[in-house]
């Protein structure tokens, strides 16, 4: 039987994207170790693959999500927020497959409302990349660029995170063979190619040098004119400088860049009187680039440098600090030296330095110190404390890393004033109120006493008439 036809407009919609939903992206690949572990299946994922669609309030109480039939009101009205997630528009039973969206759709409400942006990785692999002491955000114009040319790809190696060849410090020994066999074998005339222009290329610049000595100007070299001994000569050069001969494949395969303590090894095997010049280290080679944009669409903010205004006490020198749950306090026995926290969905990351937040400062017994080493098991939900983020970096398997640090005690108490949790502008008045003095100490009715400046009416009992003395 044939299907119905549809007109030339309803074919255009159908397949437009303002009324088809997107294909969900595949799932990364997970941690080869963790095979054997068990992992719930209804458990949230890490990373959201699927569109969250939403509707009104009124459309929810009948059903109506905006797909060809209307959704149980037994599984939607269940949630506090109107979110799903379609798996399947229409599925062999001849039903919508969906499920509740909440937990991403919440997640990322809760990042954002924190107005944190997201930084570039920090380049040194001494230091984790979380901490970063200048943040840099992943939306420079020199780094956040994607249409390059040949010449800007070199240019920019170390600052791009878009790169056509894999990372191969992160790939196995099965997935390199794979490459070399698919990518590579087949491109030898073509990097032959390549090692003839760059050796005209080489050869042109020594030429302007010779130029600017005040020699007769040389012939330009062009890669046709290199010879096949030339070249081999120039092969058997750069198998004695494994840096350059790295960095001309990498060029050639579009690779990305490696850490600075791999090139720093190979310096003793540079040849005696050839200059090269060392540039900064990329910030995705220690880690790898990254899956997909640096900031992985959770924050469009470039930076924090602005000033929040309270309603009572102007502009604010610090941020908002946020509220955080102590996930797993720290315990010297079992050595765990650092507390896990967790903030807006996340588990934040603690500075190394002599802070609160380590074992070393537990002689300050203060509440926050408490709840960082102590089990609270008499606070429900378990134990809270207002933090301060810093910087946020999404590393190359897609986890977001938060920086958290000692929030400031004046922006702490200010917050907690602000949700009910304390009292700093009542207690300050109350302080400042001056006590109430009584007009006449030596025995005056109560009635008579009252503050200084307050005006009260005469009558004849305040001056001590009418009245009738015992005798």
């Given at each position: 039987?044939?299907?119905?036809?549809?007109?030339?407009?309803?074919?255009?919609?159908?397949?437009?994207?303002?009324?088809?939903?997107?294909?969900?992206?595949?799932?990364?690949?997970?941690?080869?170790?963790?095979?054997?572990?068990?992992?719930?299946?209804?458990?949230?994922?890490?990373?959201?693959?699927?569109?969250?669609?939403?509707?009104?309030?009124?459309?929810?109480?009948?059903?109506?999500?905006?797909?060809?039939?209307?959704?149980?009101?037994?599984?939607?009205?269940?949630?506090?927020?109107?979110?799903?997630?379609?798996?399947?528009?229409?599925?062999?039973?001849?039903?919508?497959?969906?499920?509740?969206?909440?937990?991403?759709?919440?997640?990322?409400?809760?990042?954002?409302?924190?107005?944190?942006?997201?930084?570039?990785?920090?380049?040194?692999?001494?230091?984790?990349?979380?901490?970063?002491?200048?943040?840099?955000?992943?939306?420079?114009e020199d780094s956040d660029v994607t249409a390059l040319d040949e010449q800007q790809k070199a240019e920019l190696a170390n600052k791009r995170w878009k790169f056509t060849g894999p990372w191969l410090a992160g790939m196995t020994d099965g997935d390199f063979n794979k490459f070399l066999e698919k990518k590579v074998r087949g491109r030898r005339s073509e990097f032959r190619a390549f090692l003839k222009e760059t050796l005209a290329a080489e050869m042109t610049n020594q030429a302007q040098k010779a130029v600017e000595a005040g020699e007769e100007e040389p012939p330009k070299v062009s890669a046709s004119d290199i010879t096949d001994s030339q070249l081999t000569d120039y092969l058997r050069e750069l198998r004695q400088e494994r840096m350059t001969l790295y960095n001309l494949v990498s060029r050639f395969l579009d690779l990305a860049p490696v850490d600075l303590a791999t090139e720093y090894r190979l310096l003793n095997k540079l040849i005696a009187g050839k200059p090269m010049v060392l540039s900064r280290g990329s910030p995705y080679g220690a880690h790898g680039p990254p899956i997909t944009h640096p900031s992985a669409g959770i924050s469009y903010l470039r930076t924090r440098n602005f000033q929040e205004n309270h309603p009572l006490y102007g502009p604010q020198k610090h941020h908002t600090p946020v509220e955080a749950r102590v996930l797993k306090p720290t315990n010297i026995s079992t050595g765990s030296y650092k507390p896990s926290i967790g903030i807006a969905g996340f588990v934040g990351s603690t500075p190394a330095d002599d802070t609160t937040f380590n074992s070393t400062k537990m002689r300050n017994q203060s509440n926050l110190s408490k709840a960082l080493h102590e089990i609270e098991l008499n606070k429900y939900g378990g134990s809270k404390v207002y933090v301060q983020p810093t910087t946020a970096v999404v590393d190359s398997s897609g986890s977001v890393c938060i920086t958290l640090e000692e929030p400031d005690g004046q922006a702490a108490a200010v917050q907690k004033e602000l949700v009910g949790e304390a009292s700093v502008f009542e207690d300050e008045i109350k302080a400042k109120e001056q006590p109430e003095v009584p007009r006449n100490p030596r025995g005056a009715p109560p009635s008579f006493s009252a503050r200084p400046g307050t005006r009260i009416t005469g009558s004849a009992s305040s001056y001590g008439l009418g009245r009738t003395l015992d005798r």
């Amino acid at each position: 039987m044939a299907g119905r036809s549809v007109s030339p407009g309803a074919a255009l919609l159908r397949s437009s994207r303002m009324f088809s939903m997107p294909a969900p992206i595949p799932a990364p690949p997970g941690d080869y170790s963790s095979a054997t572990k068990h992992y719930s299946p209804t458990a949230t994922i890490n990373h959201p693959t699927h569109l969250t669609v939403t509707t009104t309030s009124s459309s929810r109480i009948n059903g109506d999500w905006g797909f060809k039939r209307p959704f149980p009101l037994k599984t939607t009205t269940n949630s506090t927020y109107p979110l799903v997630r379609v798996r399947q528009v229409d599925s062999t039973e001849h039903v919508t497959d969906f499920q509740s969206a909440s937990d991403h759709t919440i997640t990322l409400r809760k990042f954002q409302e924190m107005n944190l942006p997201i930084s570039v990785p920090n380049a040194r692999i001494n230091e984790p990349y979380p901490h970063i002491s200048h943040p840099r955000s992943v939306f420079e114009e020199d780094s956040d660029v994607t249409a390059l040319d040949e010449q800007q790809k070199a240019e920019l190696a170390n600052k791009r995170w878009k790169f056509t060849g894999p990372w191969l410090a992160g790939m196995t020994d099965g997935d390199f063979n794979k490459f070399l066999e698919k990518k590579v074998r087949g491109r030898r005339s073509e990097f032959r190619a390549f090692l003839k222009e760059t050796l005209a290329a080489e050869m042109t610049n020594q030429a302007q040098k010779a130029v600017e000595a005040g020699e007769e100007e040389p012939p330009k070299v062009s890669a046709s004119d290199i010879t096949d001994s030339q070249l081999t000569d120039y092969l058997r050069e750069l198998r004695q400088e494994r840096m350059t001969l790295y960095n001309l494949v990498s060029r050639f395969l579009d690779l990305a860049p490696v850490d600075l303590a791999t090139e720093y090894r190979l310096l003793n095997k540079l040849i005696a009187g050839k200059p090269m010049v060392l540039s900064r280290g990329s910030p995705y080679g220690a880690h790898g680039p990254p899956i997909t944009h640096p900031s992985a669409g959770i924050s469009y903010l470039r930076t924090r440098n602005f000033q929040e205004n309270h309603p009572l006490y102007g502009p604010q020198k610090h941020h908002t600090p946020v509220e955080a749950r102590v996930l797993k306090p720290t315990n010297i026995s079992t050595g765990s030296y650092k507390p896990s926290i967790g903030i807006a969905g996340f588990v934040g990351s603690t500075p190394a330095d002599d802070t609160t937040f380590n074992s070393t400062k537990m002689r300050n017994q203060s509440n926050l110190s408490k709840a960082l080493h102590e089990i609270e098991l008499n606070k429900y939900g378990g134990s809270k404390v207002y933090v301060q983020p810093t910087t946020a970096v999404v590393d190359s398997s897609g986890s977001v890393c938060i920086t958290l640090e000692e929030p400031d005690g004046q922006a702490a108490a200010v917050q907690k004033e602000l949700v009910g949790e304390a009292s700093v502008f009542e207690d300050e008045i109350k302080a400042k109120e001056q006590p109430e003095v009584p007009r006449n100490p030596r025995g005056a009715p109560p009635s008579f006493s009252a503050r200084p400046g307050t005006r009260i009416t005469g009558s004849a009992s305040s001056y001590g008439l009418g009245r009738t003395l015992d005798r």
